[in-house]
């Protein structure tokens, strides 16, 4: 079983695991996204996981959630550059996502509200302004709703509906335009959904969720 050096602490890792899953299975916490454990290549778009590792001498940034272990490497998650870079990575994603604590159905359970935490933040970006963009709630399941104005492109939703071999749910555009989406925009009730319920489950914020749970409906 190959081992690494986490900030300075020897962890055991699986042979081929990445870097994230080890340091978060020994109790080292690293913020994370858009990683699904379970997904053979990892999303890597929210970039909160970056560390540095030691290669030759010299440390080189990486996602942690893409990158293998390799046997005694020295891996620093914790230094004041790579907080620098989680936090300006952390004011991007949350300079597109609509802050509405009070009437969010994932209040209570909202791993962007963990995230800020963790990098002793505030969910309000204080360098950057609002960009969220005008995008209407899709209402038309009868279970679930989406409110584009939150999701922060993780990819969870995404992969999970491939991953059971429905691809209903894909992204559309690119760059800041980008949203998740069905097939030709149809609304959620038409897009042949079968109400598995799964990407609600994974998705981290308030995006997708369960009309029992509330949520406004001012899209
Ligand atoms: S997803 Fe909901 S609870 Fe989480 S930060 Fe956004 S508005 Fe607040
Ligand atoms: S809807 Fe949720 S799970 Fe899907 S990409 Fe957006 S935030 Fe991630
Ligand atoms: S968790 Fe690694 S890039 Fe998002």
Known sequence: ???????????????????????????????????????????????????????????EMVT?????????????????????????????????HLIDCKNCPKRKDCELIRTASSLKMTLQPKNLRSLVRDLSIDDSHPLFAYDPRKCVKCGKCVLTCQGLGKSLLNFAYRGFEMVVTTFDHLPLASSGCESCLECVKVCPTGALYLKETGGRRDG
Do not use: N, Q
């Open 1 to 59: 079983m190959p081992s690494l050096i986490i900030d300075g602490k020897e962890i055991a890792a699986e042979p081929g695991e990445k870097i994230l899953w080890a340091a978060l299975r020994s109790g080292i916490h690293i913020p994370h996204l858009c990683a699904m454990e379970s997904a053979d290549l990892p999303f890597g778009g929210c970039r909160l996981c970056l560390v540095e590792v030691e290669v030759g001498g010299r440390r």
């Open 64 to 96: 942690a959630c893409s990158e293998p272990v390799r046997e005694k490497m020295k891996v620093y998650a914790h230094t004041e550059k790579i907080e620098r870079m989680r936090r300006t990575a952390f004011e991007l994603i949350m300079s597109d």
